[in-house]
């Protein structure tokens, strides 16, 4: 629930400015038409290039989105991908964009790395395409599972259940922007939701639903911050480069904020001033906070990770409840694609024979330099 002062802040912005600050995701209602042209044309790509990531179709790929998407999707992803004005939530969801195959999907495996990409082939070519709308290219991170390709599954791990992790259920997932560690992490993020059986709440926070800077705010653009790397990429106490959280525009910014690692975890080794200044800010922030949706099989959340954070709610992974009965489900998978709009920014920090391969270790350094 929203504080006297948040809402009175509103009031001002929507008096003083002329729009209405964004609280919740753009929900695209997504045809029976254009569904069944998306999946034609994922068929149609597959069979024409074996591979999503086959560097013939990864080199024309805009093309192939412009001309292949169904113009409406095609017209709403390019126009998100530069609009960064003061009513952009950042995150629009594209309800029902896929019919999901739940028998040729088979049981969801025990864990990411038994996944079998065979059967998720054609799901890749339909993510790439909304990626290359905005447009940009699909990219991997080293320090994302030592690269992993550009498509990732996502599934719940028993054996990392309690981690603030893709992998882990039993915990609510923080909001973060993905990669917060990196100054050049992605730019757009999609997740589509294979099956969310269990019936899982995606939560979503948007820099823009705060309205206009105010003075907490302001105290993120100074770079005092600490950006740990993820927890289970170290376990030492953090001692890397400094950062703001608030960066770019100062009217309009841009975020780089992980709740998890930057203000709950000991080893974050923040200064008193800036751990007391996060605090604040996330005691607003977490008002914020939306988890109204919840993603149905087919379903693309579609983000910009400068503008919006994501996390979930905590589950009991294969388990639902229905009628206050503990029924037994298929659990929870997700794919992830990631991507950047220009591969020029990012050339000091990719792979030598890859452009498409980020290197990047934490706040500038590359993997492998001291």
Same mark, same amino acid.
């Given at each position: 629930?929203? &504080?006297? @002062?948040?809402?009175?802040?509103?009031?001002?912005?929507?008096?003083?400015?002329?729009?209405?600050?964004?609280?919740?995701?753009?929900?695209?209602?997504?045809?029976? +038409?254009?569904?069944?042209?998306? &999946?034609?044309?994922?068929?149609?790509?597959?069979?024409?290039?074996?591979?999503?990531?086959?560097?013939?179709?990864?080199?024309?790929?805009?093309?192939?989105?412009? +001309?292949?998407?169904?113009?409406?999707?095609?017209?709403?992803? &390019?126009?998100?991908?530069?609009?960064?004005?003061?009513?952009?939530?950042?995150?629009?969801?594209?309800?029902?964009?896929?019919?999901?195959?739940?028998?040729?999907?088979?049981?969801?495996?025990?864990?990411? +790395?038994?996944?079998?990409?065979?059967?998720?082939?054609?799901?890749?070519?339909?993510? &790439?395409?909304?990626?290359?709308?905005?447009?940009?290219?699909?990219?991997?991170?080293?320090?994302?599972?030592?690269?992993?390709?550009?498509?990732?599954?996502?599934?719940?791990?028993?054996?990392?259940?309690?981690?603030?992790?893709?992998?882990?259920?039993?915990?609510?997932?923080?909001?973060?922007?993905?990669?917060?560690?990196?100054?050049?992490?992605?730019?757009?993020?999609?997740?589509?939701?294979?099956?969310?059986?269990?019936?899982?709440?995606?939560?979503l926070y948007s820099v823009r639903s705060h309205g206009k800077v105010n003075k907490i705010m302001e105290k993120l653009f100074d770079p005092i911050y600490q950006c740990p790397k993820d927890a289970?990429?170290?376990?030492?106490?953090?001692?890397?480069?400094?950062? @703001?959280?608030? !960066?770019?525009?100062?009217?309009?910014?841009?975020?780089?904020?992980?709740?998890?690692?930057?203000?709950?975890?000991?080893?974050?080794?923040?200064?008193?001033?800036?751990? !007391?200044?996060?605090?604040?800010?996330?005691?607003?922030?977490?008002?914020?906070?939306?988890?109204?949706?919840?993603?149905?099989?087919?379903?693309?959340?579609?983000?910009?990770?400068?503008?919006?954070?994501?996390?979930?709610?905590?589950?009991?992974?294969? +388990?639902?409840?229905?009628?206050?009965?503990?029924?037994?489900?298929?659990?929870?998978?997700?794919?992830?694609?990631? @991507?950047?709009? @220009?591969?020029?920014?990012?050339?000091?920090?990719?792979?030598?024979?890859?452009?498409?391969?980020?290197?990047?270790?934490?706040?500038?350094?590359?993997?492998?330099?001291?």
């Amino acid at each position: 629930m929203k &504080s006297q @002062s948040l809402i009175e802040d509103e009031i001002l912005v929507k008096e003083n400015y002329g729009y209405q600050i964004p609280t919740s995701p753009l929900i695209v209602e997504v045809t029976p +038409q254009e569904r069944n042209i998306l &999946s034609n044309v994922g068929t149609l790509l597959e069979k024409a290039f074996k591979s999503y990531e086959n560097p013939d179709y990864i080199e024309a790929l805009h093309l192939y989105s412009f +001309q292949l998407l169904p113009e409406r999707i095609a017209r709403i992803l &390019s126009r998100f991908g530069t609009d960064f004005s003061a009513d952009q939530y950042g995150a629009i969801i594209f309800r029902g964009l896929l019919e999901v195959d739940q028998d040729h999907l088979g049981p969801t495996p025990a864990n990411w +790395q038994s996944a079998d990409y065979s059967k998720l082939n054609k799901y890749g070519f339909i993510c &790439s395409l909304l990626h290359g709308a905005v447009p940009s290219k699909p990219v991997q991170y080293y320090a994302q599972r030592k690269g992993g390709g550009i498509l990732h599954a996502v599934i719940p791990d028993e054996k990392m259940a309690g981690t603030q992790t893709g992998s882990g259920s039993k915990t609510n997932l923080y909001v973060h922007t993905e990669d917060a560690f990196l100054l050049h992490q992605a730019d757009f993020l999609s997740f589509l939701y294979l099956r969310n059986e269990e019936r899982v709440p995606s939560t979503l926070y948007s820099v823009r639903s705060h309205g206009k800077v105010n003075k907490i705010m302001e105290k993120l653009f100074d770079p005092i911050y600490q950006c740990p790397k993820d927890a289970n990429y170290q376990d030492e106490i953090n001692d890397g480069p400094l950062a @703001s959280v608030l !960066y770019g525009n100062k009217d309009l910014p841009f975020i780089r904020f992980d709740a998890a690692e930057q203000i709950f975890n000991e080893k974050a080794g923040q200064t008193p001033e800036a751990l !007391y200044n996060l605090t604040e800010f996330w005691n607003e922030a977490k008002e914020l906070i939306n988890s109204d949706y919840i993603p149905d099989s087919g379903d693309v959340i579609f983000v910009n990770n400068h503008l919006c954070a994501h996390g979930r709610s905590a589950f009991t992974a294969g +388990q639902r409840e229905e009628n206050g009965i503990i029924v037994p489900c298929e659990r929870r998978q997700m794919l992830r694609m990631m @991507s950047k709009t @220009s591969l020029i920014h990012i050339r000091s920090m990719t792979h030598t024979d890859d452009p498409y391969f980020v290197m990047e270790e934490h706040l500038g350094k590359v993997f492998g330099q001291d």
